[in-house]
C-alpha cells in the first residue's frame, strides 16, 4: 500500500539556519502531497501543498518541490525562526480519497 | 471564519466504558474524517464521512464507529474502551469535492485508566 517515509529526528538548528527535511513516498496513484505542523498540545496545521508533478508549495517562507521522478517532498527553509519549533509531518492522499497516510513526524527543536 | 471545533478536548474513562466524541467541521465543509493519534503507531485514519455516507474505513476493529449528521457535524463512538485506546483523536475537514486539503482541529484527548 501507499506510505510516506521521512527522516527521524530530532533536528536540531541555531537560529537563521537553513532547514532540510527529507520526505519520500510510496504510491500507487497520483496523490496530493502535504506538509502538516504539530505544535505542543495543539492539533495539525496544513502548512503547504502540492497536487501534481513538479508543483511547488510555498507558505510562511517554507517550501516543498513535488518530483515525482524521485518520488520525494522534502520540506525547506532558508532561515528557521524559535517559533519554527514544532514536529512536522508529511502526507500523502490515498488514490482518490479523503485517507491521508502520514509520516512518522520529524521534531524540530530551533536553538536562540 | 470559525476552525474545527472538538468537543469534549480531554476525557478519562475506565476500561470497558463507552465514549463519544463530537467534531463541528468549518463552515461549508462536507467531509469529516477522523485520525488517531499515539506515539506508538503515530497517525491513523479512522473513517472519513461525506453527506451522511461513510466513504473511507480504515483498519481498526467494530468497536470504533462514527455517523454524521445533515449539518455535518460528526460524533465518534468508541465501545468497550481498552488501555490502548488512550490517545489524541483528530477531527479533520474538508470540502469533500475533489480537493484532498483538510483542516484539522485541536483534538480530544482520550486516557483509558
Known amino acids: 500500500g501507499d506510505s510516506v517515509t521521512q527522516m527521524e529526528g530530532p533536528v536540531t538548528l541555531s537560529e537563521e539556519a537553513f532547514l532540510t527535511i527529507n520526505c519520500t513516498y510510496t504510491?500507487?496513484?497520483?496523490?496530493?502531497l502535504f506538509w502538516y505542523v504539530q505544535y505542543p498540545g495543539e492539533g495539525l496545521q496544513l502548512l503547504l501543498k502540492?497536487?501534481?508533478?513538479?508543483d511547488k508549495g510555498s507558505n510562511k517562507g517554507f517550501e516543498a518541490t513535488y518530483r515525482k521522478e524521485t518520488t520525494s517532498f522534502h520540506l525547506e527553509k532558508g532561515s528557521v525562526q524559535v517559533s519554527d519549533s514544532a514536529v512536522y509531518f508529511c502526507?500523502?492522499?490515498?488514490?482518490?480519497?479523503?485517507?491521508?497516510?502520514f509520516g512518522s513526524g520529524t521534531r524540530l527543536l530551533v536553538r536562540p | 471564519k470559525a476552525g474545527v471545533t472538538q468537543t469534549p478536548r480531554y476525557l478519562i474513562k475506565t476500561r470497558g466504558q463507552q465514549v463519544t466524541l463530537s467534531c463541528s467541521p468549518i463552515s461549508g465543509h462536507r467531509s469529516v474524517s477522523w485520525y488517531q493519534q499515539t506515539p506508538g503507531q503515530g497517525l491513523q485514519f479512522l473513517f472519513e464521512?461525506?453527506?451522511?455516507?461513510?466513504?473511507n474505513k480504515g483498519n481498526f476493529p467494530g468497536r470504533f464507529s462514527g455517523r454524521q449528521f445533515s449539518n455535518s457535524r460528526s460524533e465518534m463512538n468508541v465501545s468497550t474502551l481498552e488501555l490502548g485506546d488512550s490517545a489524541l483523536y483528530l477531527c479533520?475537514?474538508?470540502f469533500g469535492d475533489g480537493s484532498y486539503e483538510q483542516y484539522f482541529g485541536p483534538g480530544t484527548r482520550l486516557t483509558v485508566t
Open positions: 502540492a497536487t501534481k508533478a513538479d
Open positions: 464521512y461525506f453527506s451522511e455516507t461513510q466513504r
Open positions: 479533520a475537514s474538508s
Open positions: 504510491a500507487t496513484g497520483y496523490p496530493s
Open positions: 502526507a500523502l492522499s490515498e488514490g482518490s480519497s479523503y485517507k491521508l497516510i
